[in-house]
């Protein structure tokens, strides 16, 4: 395995459906309400996604799998929408209204924005502070740059 963060996102999201399918009686069960399992859902299985995601760098590919995670373990909590007699499942909007906007991708937007205020907090001689404030020597390679932790940070705070 080679030290990629998509390698290390996508085994995240596994963990999190591993950690769903253990949990999925209360998830299936009548008599825990929907705000319940949604905490549930927020507090366990998020937080196993999301551990160290103050440092990822998303790009779109990566969003859009966090965000199909999200969705599949939301229609399963919120089910099926019964209208003229019939059922459908929930469109994407529908599940982003029900949960007030506060997807899993603004989670890691406000967690990342979290972290660099902490280390802008940070004495000059705490280690973190200076492995940031490092700039390379050499100037980057051509063609399309990759995506920088900073440049996710300032698309963060301009929104």
Do not use: C
């Amino acid at each position: 395995m080679s030290n990629s963060i998509e390698e290390g996102i996508k085994e995240r999201i596994v963990l999190g459906t591993k950690a769903y399918y253990e949990n999925l009686k209360i998830f299936k069960s009548r008599l825990v309400t929907k705000q319940s399992k949604l905490k549930l859902y927020r507090t366990v299985i998020r937080s196993i996604v999301t551990y160290a995601s103050e440092t990822w760098v998303l790009k779109e590919a990566i969003i859009q799998k966090l965000l199909v995670f999200e969705r599949k373990i939301l229609r399963r909590i919120f089910g099926p929408t019964k209208e003229n007699q019939t059922w459908r499942v929930k469109t994407n909007e529908e599940l982003d209204k029900l949960i007030k906007h506060k997807n899993i991708i603004n989670h890691i937007k406000a967690q990342r924005l979290s972290w660099f205020g902490h280390i802008q907090r940070m004495p000059d001689t705490r280690a973190v502070k200076k492995i940031f404030n490092w700039k390379p020597l050499t100037k980057r390679s051509q063609g399309r740059p990759k995506y920088r932790w900073e440049d996710n940070i300032k698309q963060d705070s301009a929104k």
